[in-house]
C-alpha cells in the first residue's frame, strides 16, 4: 500500500473552511474538492509521482488489468454555494453524443462541448456533515400544489396545460421555461416578498439564498421542482443517468465514475443545452436513492449502488479488521482517529484525512487501531 495525496479545486463554490480544517492546509481562499484518483486531467500524487504515469508503467500491480482506466474517481467536496443543477448521461447517451460531437468536429476543450469522453458518470455523495441537495423530479401534484400556493401560476405561461394534464411533455415544456435564459420582470422581487412559513419554508430558504448568488436566473425557482433532500453525515445519495440534480450546502466524501459528463440545466454561467438535457433526463417524478448511516463498531457497512462502477464502505474501527475482499485497487480514506494498516508490503499509520491506495496486486490488509475508515473500491459487493 501507498499514501496516496490528493489536489485541488479551487472553484469558487467552495468552502472555506473544511477541507482546510480536516486536511490541516493553509489556504484562506476557496476549496471546492480534494480529489484522489488518476484523473488525466489532475491526477492525484502517489509516492511522490503522478498516479498516471505509475499506472502507464505498471497497469496489472495497480488495476488488476493490462490495460483499461482507474476506475472511479474519489472527492472531498465542500460547498458554501449551490452548484448547478446538472444531469449526467447514460453508457450509451455518453458513447452516442461523444461520436456526434467527434464527428462535428467541436475541438475536445471547446467550452460548449457537452461530452468530453464517452463514460457515463453515476455519483455518489456520503455526508461528511449536514447536508443540503436537490434531486429527482417532485410528484406532479406537489409542483402544482407549490406554485399555486406561492403564486408563481401566473409567471409561467406552460404552468395551466402543465397543471391540466400533470404529464412528463407538458412538464418539459415548463421546465423548458424555467430554464430559459431571459429574466422575468417582477419574478424574483415576488419570490423576495414570500414569508417563510410552513409548508414551503425549506423550499423558500432556499429560492432565497439562490437569488443573492443568482439575482437574474428564473432556475432559482428548482426547490419547488425537485426534490428537496437533507442529508445528515454518514448517509449517502446515489445519483443515476438522466437523474436531474444540485448539491446546495455541505461537505462529504463523493466517488464517481470516471467522466466529465456534465449537462448542466441552471444556476450556472457555464454552458447549457436546454435541447440536449431533456433528451438525456428522466423526465419522470423520481424519489431518490437514500442510504441510512447504520451504526455498528467493527462491521464493514455498504453503500451498494446499481453500476459496477464503484463501492463505498465504512467502518468504526476499534480493534482490527481485515480489508473486504473486493477486487480491484481500492482507496482507504482514515476520516476520524488513527488505524495502523498492514498490507502485504507496506505498512502505515493513517491519521485523520490520511489516504491510502492498495494497488490490486496487494489487496489483502489488516487495519487496527481506534478510528473511522471509508473503503472506496470497484463496485462488487465482497464475496
Ligand atoms: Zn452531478
Not at 436566473?217 to 425537485?226: E, N, Q, T
Request: net charge negative; with cysteine.
Amino acid at each position: 500500500m501507498h499514501r496516496i495525496n490528493a489536489v485541488f479545486q479551487d472553484y469558487a463554490w467552495g468552502s472555506r473552511s473544511f477541507i482546510q480544517n480536516f486536511l490541516k492546509l493553509p489556504q484562506e481562499g476557496p476549496i471546492a474538492e480534494a480529489w484522489y484518483s488518476a484523473h488525466p486531467k489532475a491526477p492525484s500524487l502517489v509516492n511522490g509521482f503522478p498516479f498516471t504515469e505509475l499506472i502507464t508503467a505498471d497497469p496489472v500491480y495497480w488495476l488488476g488489468s493490462p490495460q483499461g482506466d482507474f476506475p472511479f474517481l474519489l472527492k472531498i467536496l465542500a460547498a458554501d454555494e449551490a452548484l448547478s443543477i446538472q444531469v449526467h448521461p447514460s453508457k450509451q447517451q455518453a458513447e452516442e453524443g461523444f461520436r456526434a460531437e467527434n464527428l462535428k468536429g467541436v475541438p475536445q476543450n471547446s467550452p460548449i462541448r457537452n461530452y468530453k469522453d464517452s463514460n457515463h458518470k453515476p455519483e455518489m455523495m456520503l455526508a461528511l456533515t449536514d447536508f443540503s441537495a436537490l434531486c429527482g423530479i417532485r410528484r406532479f401534484p406537489d409542483i402544482v400544489a407549490a406554485f399555486q400556493d406561492l403564486g408563481l401560476s401566473r409567471f409561467f405561461r406552460s404552468f395551466t396545460e402543465f397543471q391540466h394534464k400533470q404529464d412528463s411533455a407538458s412538464f418539459c415544456t415548463l421546465y423548458q421555461e424555467v430554464l430559459h435564459k431571459e429574466k422575468l420582470p417582477g419574478l424574483h422581487e415576488h419570490l423576495h416578498t414570500l414569508p417563510e412559513s410552513e409548508p414551503w419554508k425549506d423550499e423558500i430558504q432556499w429560492i432565497k439564498k439562490l437569488i443573492e448568488q443568482y439575482p437574474e436566473d428564473r432556475s432559482v425557482v428548482s426547490p419547488l421542482l425537485l426534490n428537496l433532500i437533507h442529508l445528515k453525515p454518514m448517509e449517502a445519495l446515489f445519483l443515476d443517468a438522466g437523474i436531474v440534480h444540485a448539491y446546495l450546502h455541505g461537505a462529504g466524501i463523493e466517488i464517481m465514475a470516471q467522466s466529465d459528463n456534465v449537462l448542466r440545466a441552471g444556476l450556472s454561467p457555464k454552458h447549457i443545452d436546454v435541447p440536449e438535457l431533456l433528451k438525456i433526463m428522466q423526465k419522470q417524478p423520481y424519489s431518490p436513492l437514500l442510504y441510512p448511516a447504520a451504526p455498528g463498531i467493527n462491521m464493514w457497512h455498504y453503500y451498494p449502488v446499481p453500476v459496477p462502477d464503484f463501492l463505498l464502505s465504512r467502518i468504526q474501527l476499534d480493534g482490527n479488521t481485515t480489508l473486504p475482499q473486493i477486487p480491484g485497487p481500492k482507496i482507504l480514506m482514515c476520516i476520524e482517529g488513527s488505524v495502523f494498516a498492514q498490507g502485504t508490503t507496506g505498512e502505515m499509520h493513517l491519521h485523520q484525512a490520511d489516504s491510502a491506495i492498495i494497488p490490486a496486486a496487494e489487496p489483502n490488509a489488516i487495519l487496527s487501531g481506534k478510528g473511522h475508515i471509508v473503503l472506496a473500491s470497484c463496485g462488487n459487493l465482497p464475496s
